[in-house]
């Protein structure tokens, strides 16, 4: 008698994305960025194989205060500030303003099968730095005549 047996292999897709030992980026930009300039360069392995593994990732989402503002290269992970031009959401001037904030907490997703399959996500800190892009303002005093009335 002989015995037919057959096995069906299933290709797992157990591991996810990893941002290697990274669990924060944070960068330095100054509040009067230029559209399009380059804020990150993110990184990420998967230790599965082909499309499961590092080759199927594709960076999906960025997301958290200001992310309107900026571009996720699904490909390469580089985050950029949006261009300039009659399409961009990007205002003049630069909505980056260190006088009302200047930390944003962002997360950036990573997903392997070509962007359809495990996630995982790294968080992205932006500390907006200082320029001089404020004149000098003139406070209120009170006047000579309130004085006056103050000291009488
Ligand atoms: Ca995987
Ligand atoms: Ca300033």
New binding site residues.
């Given amino acids: 008698m002989r015995l037919l047996l057959f096995f069906r292999f299933h290709v797992l ?1 157990c ?3 990893l941002t290697s030992s990274i669990r924060r980026y944070e960068v330095d930009i100054p509040e009067n960025v230029s559209p399009g300039s380059t804020v990150a360069w993110i990184r990420a392995t ?1 230790r ?1 194989s082909d499309l ?2 590092t080759a199927g990732i594709r960076f999906t989402r960025v997301s958290g205060p200001m992310s309107e503002f900026l571009r996720l290269d699904p490909r390469t992970g580089v985050v950029s500030v949006a261009g300039s031009g009659p399409d961009s959401p990007y205002p003049t001037p630069s909505p980056f303003d260190r006088e009302r904030s200047d930390l944003h907490h962002l997360t950036v997703e990573a997903r ?1 099968e070509g962007g359809a ?2 996630r995982n996500s790294v968080e992205l800190i932006l500390r907006v730095t200082d320029v001089n892009d404020n004149p000098p303002r003139y406070s209120v005093f009170p006047t000579f005549e309130m004085i006056k009335v103050f000291f009488v």
């Fill in positions: 897709n591991k996810f994305p998967d599965d499961l593994g392997d399959g495990n």
